[in-house]
């Protein structure tokens, strides 16, 4: 895992040094979604035909009405990146709870009230080529995210009213419906404008059952994931469970977690200043390291100030950090030495970054959000605001 940036500097007199770490990632190149052989869609069985409009438009409609969905099978963030398998339950208002497998690496996702968390191993965050001050933390914890670690927005795309109004967006390549044997179910296959843009409709229940989208680009977005999905609806009592179990977690499991959407790392040195007492401070300035930042993190510093002969004190700051800024961190302790001699003592200090995923109100915020959108769920009405995505969004996937 990469390794816990620390600045370690050594006051002797006014002199005060500074060390930054060096990190260091994998990054694993990806395939087209699905392969070559799994490119192929289910062979047509009979080449009858119905109107294709009104059967979609119905289906829509139905999609939209859904309490929740699952969605299984594969995804990629776009054609030619990494396919990840996938397994959601989303709820109408955008909660989600599922997981996520790539490269042999799983992740337990989480999203709501506009926030989106991940769970996973070491490998799963190489993979991702994480960086971060805290990224020894991140295994098995729960870490908040940003589209382009999760490959999609659950949120903004596949929460039944948000799915259905993407694919009521697209034209239909061919006014007919064929009817198709999938995988032992009748169903009427629907071609939409599009490279590859299919779905399959149960001919009994009138039900979506499968979505093949090159780019499946919610409202207000550019660009968006290619997914092959399977799609069933959930009843209200299976959407009661989701929002037990998220809000489970939220309370109990987000407490710690951190958060990985802005690369978070010292800019410049950092560094002590001591005076009389003696009184020392430690002062630097956190940044955006990286490129595609997403958002405000919570940022928290950490200081051990170390003497053999008078021990050992300890501060902490904490503030927010925006995506492409800067944020000022110091804090300092005194030994308020009492002598009537003139005395040198040797400090040394060791100052270490974490982040934050949630900050205790907003954890209370999630949890209120998550009770509003059960209840309008449950009472057969959407939110207001459901499915309209992340806060860290990022090129609406």
């Known amino acids: 895992m990469v390794p816990v940036t620390r600045n370690r500097g050594r006051r002797s007199g006014r002199l005060a040094l500074a060390a930054v770490g060096t990190i260091a990632a994998l990054g694993l190149a990806g395939c087209s979604l699905g392969g070559e052989e799994e490119a192929e869609e289910p062979a047509t069985e009979t080449t009858e035909t119905v109107d294709a409009a009104p059967l979609l438009e119905e289906a829509l409609a139905d999609l939209a009405d859904y309490p929740a969905l699952t969605a299984t099978g594969q995804i990629a963030a776009s054609v030619g990146a990494d396919v990840q398998e996938t397994d959601l339950t989303v709820a109408d208002g955008g909660a989600t709870r599922g997981t996520f497998q790539v490269n042999g690496a799983e992740a337990e996702v989480l999203a709501a009230d506009s926030k989106l968390f991940l769970r996973a191993q070491e490998e799963f965050w190489l993979d991702r080529s994480v960086f971060g001050p805290d990224s020894g933390a991140f295994e098995g914890n729960w870490v908040r995210s940003s589209p382009r670690h999760a490959g999609l927005n659950p949120s903004s795309t596949l929460a039944p009213p948000a799915l259905a109004e993407i694919l009521g967006g697209m034209e239909l390549e061919d006014d007919q419906a064929v009817e198709e044997n999938l995988d032992g179910t009748r169903t009427h296959r629907i071609s939409l404008a599009g490279e590859r843009n299919q779905l399959w409709i149960d001919a009994e229940t009138g039900q979506i059952v499968r979505i093949a989208i090159e780019e499946l680009v919610p409202e207000g977005a550019e660009t968006g994931p290619q997914v092959r999905l399977d799609l069933a609806e959930v009843d209200q009592t299976g959407a009661e469970e989701l929002y037990t179990g998220l809000t489970t977690v939220v309370e109990e499991g987000l407490t710690d977690s951190r958060d990985v959407r802005i690369e978070v790392a010292w800019q410049g040195e950092a560094g002590m200043t001591c005076d009389e007492g003696p009184s020392c401070t430690w002062s630097g300035t956190v940044h955006d390291a990286g490129t595609e930042g997403s ?3 919570l940022v928290r510093m950490d200081v051990t100030f170390t003497n053999e002969e008078l021990g050992t004190k300890e501060c902490s700051e904490s503030g927010s950090l925006e995506a492409g800024g ?11 030495v009492t002598s009537t001699d003139a005395e040198e003592y040797s400090v040394d200090a060791d ?10 109100d907003q954890q209370q915020e999630m949890l209120a959000a ?8 449950l009472s057969g009405g959407e939110e207001e605001g459901a499915g309209e995505g992340t806060e860290e969004d990022e090129g609406g996937q």
Do not use: H, N
């Open 351 to 360: 100052a270490i970054l974490s982040t934050r995923g949630l900050s205790g």
């Open 326 to 336: 800067t944020l000022e961190l110091s804090c300092g302790v005194d030994y308020d």
């Open 370 to 377: 998550l009770a509003e959108q059960r209840e309008a769920t």
């Open 295 to 297: 958002g405000t993190v």
